[in-house]
Structures are given as C-alpha cells and as structure tokens.
C-alpha cells in the first residue's frame, strides 16, 4: 500500500477547488492517507460522477488525521499523473465526499505518482454529480440568496430598483427569479449587497 503524508483536505460534494475554500469550512489535516494512480479516464468518472467501490477493505481506516484520532475517514487519493483528487466513502464503498488539493501539495502527490503502476479499481457509477460549471461557489450561494429574498418581496418599489439594476427593463417577478437563476450578472453583487443590508437593519 503507498500513502501520502500531512495534507490538507476539504470534503465537500460535489468537488470544488482549492481556491473556493472558505476559512470557516471544516478542513482537516491528514496524517496518513492511501495513494492510487489510476488512468485518466477513472479520475474523471470520479471526479464528476458518485460511485461506489467494489473492495473498501484496502482504504478502511487507512485514512489517519493529526489531531483526531477518534474521527474515522475511509479516504483515498486518486491520480493519473496530471492531477489528483481525494474521496471519501461511507462503509458501504460509497463515495460522500470529494477534496481537491492545495497546489504544493498536488505537485509533490504528481512527482511521486511517476513510479507507481496503475491500479485496476473497480466501481460502478451510481448517478452524475450536479455541478454547475457557469458559477462559483460564491456566485451559487448569492444565487440562492437573491432568489430567496426575491420571493418574500412585496415592495413593488424593491423590485422596480433590481429590475433597473440588473436588466434594464420592468419585469414580474417570476421573471427576475427567471433570470437570476438561469445567468450570472456581476451586477448581482450589487443587488446582494442591498439585500443583506436591508436584512441586516431589520435585526
């Protein structure tokens, strides 16, 4: 078995960068964790698809964290040499959790992963990841957040400024909701930051 050693992981799913990590997500610093290489077109099933693997009885456990022992994670890194990604599976070899890695530590992860054989992993494909590859994490949340807040609104007013703000046109409100759900505009920082300080002078 090959591990790597004290790496810094971010489960989420579906996967997201190293550079949409937020300080107050739950990182962890691994101790010890197995080590794959496995071909190109593997890491993209698993990149973007949830599968489970067949033979969890080589990672169980395996996976040891720096300042937790009590907290168990059946982990594994995945390469095929270009880059990496770590998944984390249940007991049952289903994947509920995917990290990208910071890029230091990617790059010594591809360095090492020249002298390895590739692995014959097998899995089935349960269903595609639902990633929404036009947006950032950041531009996903405040998505939801306008579209929530736009659905309380009442103030005809309210609306008229977002409409203006953001489309140039007077629209109905399932059209705005319309809008903002189905194509970013870098206006709607602005129409966030309005809405949040409205919420904020109501506490």
Same mark, same amino acid.
């Given at each position: 078995?090959?591990?790597?050693?004290?790496?810094?992981?971010?489960?989420?799913?579906?996967?997201?960068?190293?550079? /949409?990590?937020?300080?107050?997500?739950?990182?962890?610093?691994?101790?010890?964790?197995?080590?794959?290489?496995?071909?190109?077109?593997?890491?993209?099933?698993?990149?973007?698809?949830?599968?489970?693997?067949?033979?969890?009885?080589?990672?169980?456990?395996?996976?040891?964290?720096?300042?937790?022992?009590?907290?168990?994670?059946?982990?594994?890194?995945?390469?095929?040499?270009?880059?990496?990604?770590?998944?984390?599976?249940?007991?049952?070899?289903?994947?509920?959790?995917?990290?990208?890695?910071?890029?230091?530590?990617?790059?010594?992860?591809?360095?090492?992963?020249?002298?390895?054989?590739?692995?014959?992993?097998?899995?089935?494909?349960?269903?595609?990841?639902?990633?929404?590859?036009?947006?950032?994490?950041?531009?996903?949340?405040?998505?939801?957040?306008?579209?929530? /807040?736009?659905?309380?609104?009442?103030?005809?007013?309210?609306?008229?400024?977002?409409?203006?703000?953001?489309?140039?046109?007077?629209? /109905?409100?399932?059209?705005?909701?319309?809008?903002?759900?189905?194509?970013?505009?870098?206006?709607?920082?602005?129409?966030?930051?309005?809405?949040?300080?409205?919420?904020?002078?109501?506490?």
């Amino acid at each position: 078995m090959n591990y790597v050693y004290d790496i810094l992981v971010n489960f989420k799913y579906p996967l997201l960068d190293f550079y /949409e990590w937020n300080p107050n997500d739950n990182i962890e610093n691994i101790k010890r964790i197995p080590f794959y290489k496995v071909s190109t077109k593997d890491l993209n099933i698993f990149k973007y698809n949830k599968i489970k693997i067949k033979d969890m009885n080589p990672i169980k456990n395996g996976t040891k964290l720096f300042n937790n022992k009590k907290k168990v994670y059946n982990s594994s890194i995945y390469t095929d040499g270009n880059e990496a990604i770590v998944l984390n599976f249940d007991d049952n070899g289903i994947c509920i959790g995917k990290s990208s890695l910071l890029i230091d530590e990617e790059n010594e992860i591809l360095d090492s992963s020249h002298l390895l054989l590739t692995s014959d992993i097998e899995y089935s494909i349960l269903n595609k990841d639902k990633i929404n590859e036009y947006k950032t994490r950041k531009q996903v949340t405040i998505t939801n957040f306008l579209i929530r /807040e736009i659905k309380k609104i009442n103030n005809i007013d309210k609306l008229n400024y977002i409409c203006y703000e953001c489309f140039d046109d007077n629209l /109905e409100k399932d059209e705005i909701i319309n809008k903002i759900s189905n194509n970013w505009n870098d206006k709607y920082y602005k129409i966030y930051d309005f809405l949040t300080s409205i919420s904020m002078n109501k506490k």
